[in-house]
């Protein structure tokens, strides 16, 4: 349990694995805000390990780096600055060179930390206390999604298209206080027509997209998007401007 608990899988209140979670948290402390100037991976990886996360600083940097990575979050967490790898699966430059700060998006992750709206834990050495979870006023775990691996099971969420996720939960809530019934999968699809991918494509068919709504498991099939270009001596190129998702 200390597994799925501690590192595998994201907490559904605000969709972020221990790691995500340190990290962001460590960055707020250090005053990594989106209206300040920049601040190197190393130090903010350095803060991480040395405070919230001792488990290596490759864990923690590749960590980072996904939560900068527009190919790799619907909604990035970090803004970072530099070379954080590309969608064709170059690698990142090294964390001495790259520097980062908060995305806008990710204060709504932490907005309401010092206002006793979480718990607090004591950090591996107990010289410190970290947050259990953040307070999170956007549903984190739906709009951005999460995969992971535990001990005997497994999850991959895909992501979603923030505005249609929150219109979804005031029309729930609405029908909740007027007493009505549960809201029905079809009245779901009204409101989110299915997964919001970073990098794009085409989603071929909408009964997976059913199943994974009723039941919690189901597949989508994502189709690249392209357009021919004629090029000289009456040649063609293909070219594809949107692939499926974590394909490169």
């Known amino acids: 349990m200390s597994v799925i608990i501690g590192r595998a899988l994201p907490d559904i209140r605000d969709g972020l694995k221990p790691v995500h979670r340190r990290i962001l948290y460590a960055m707020n402390e250090l005053g990594c805000f989106p209206d300040r100037p920049y601040k190197k991976c ?26 900068a990575q527009t ?12 070379n954080f790898g590309s969608i ?5 430059a090294a964390m001495r060179y790259t520097e980062a700060r908060l995305s806008n998006i990710s204060l709504e992750l932490l907005e309401g930390l010092d206002e006793n709206t979480v718990d607090f834990s004591p950090n591996f050495d107990n010289t410190l206390k970290e947050p259990v979870i953040l307070p999170a006023r956007i549903p984190n775990l739906l709009i951005n999604g999460s995969s992971g691996i535990a001990v005997g099971m497994a999850t991959s969420i895909p992501p979603h298209n923030l505005r249609e996720v929150i219109d979804t939960l005031i029309y ?10 549960e809201v029905t999968t079809s009245e779901l699809l009204n409101f989110i027509k299915g997964p919001d991918f970073p990098t794009g494509g085409y989603i071929i068919g909408n ?3 059913k199943d994974y709504f009723e039941t919690g498991r189901g597949s989508v099939t994502i189709r690249s998007k392209w357009h021919v270009e004629e090029i000289k001596h009456k040649k063609v190129d293909f070219v594809i401007t949107e692939i499926p998702f974590e394909v490169n």
């Open 88 to 92: 064709d699966g170059d690698m990142p």
């Open 42 to 67: 190393a130090r903010i990886v350095g803060e991480t390990l040395g405070k919230y996360h001792p488990h290596g600083d490759t864990s923690v940097y590749d960590a980072l780096v996904r939560m």
């Open 207 to 209: 009964s997976g997209i």
């Open 71 to 82: 190919f790799s979050l619907r909604y990035p967490l970090v803004d970072g600055h530099g």
């Open 172 to 181: 729930i809530i609405d029908k909740e206080i007027m007493g009505e019934q």
